[in-house]
C-alpha cells in the first residue's frame, strides 16, 4: 500500500510548484501566498496569530514576512496596545495579487482532479477536510499544552 504521508507530500511539493511557476515575476514565491490570502482576509492580525491560523512556526513566519515587506506586500506595524506584538496589513500590492493566487487555487484543484467524477470528487473533498480537522486538532491540543 503506497504510503499516505508520502502522498500527501509530493502533492504539497507539486503544489508550490505549481505556484512558483505561475506566480514568476510578482515577487512571490509558492509557500508565501496562503500567508497572503490569510493576511487580506484578516487585515491586522498579529504574527503569533498569524502562525497558528497558517500551521506554520514563528520563525518560518517571521521570515516569510520579512521578504514580503521587503517585496512591498506586508507592512509590520507594532500594537499600540502591546509593543512587542506585530501587527501586520497587507498593502495594495497583496490586494492586487490576490486574485492572481485564489485562481491559482482553483487551478490546481482542477488539474488534480480531472479525471475526478463529481461523486468521486465529493468524497475525496470530505475525507481530506476530515483528515484536515484531525491534523488540526492534534497540533491545537499540543499547542494548548504548552
Known sequence: ????TKN????SR????????????????????????????SPGISQEELSKLTYMNKSNVARHLAQLEENGFVTRRPSSSDRRRMLVY????????LPIILKLH???????????????????S??????????????DTRDSKT
Open 90 to 97: 497587507p498593502t495594495e500590492k497583496a490586494q492586487a495579487v
Open 14 to 41: 507539486c503544489a508550490n510548484q505549481f505556484r512558483s511557476d505561475h506566480l514568476e515575476g510578482t515577487g512571490l514565491r509558492g509557500g508565501q501566498y496562503s500567508l497572503i490570502t490569510n493576511l487580506c482576509r
Open 126 to 139: 470530505s475525507l481530506l477536510e476530515r483528515a484536515a480537522i484531525r491534523a488540526k486538532e492534534y497540533v
Open 106 to 124: 482553483q487551478e490546481w484543484r482542477d488539474y488534480l482532479t480531472e479525471s475526478f467524477t463529481p461523486e468521486e470528487l465529493e468524497i475525496f
Open 8 to 11: 500527501i507530500t509530493t502533492i
Open 1 to 4: 500500500m503506497p504510503s499516505f
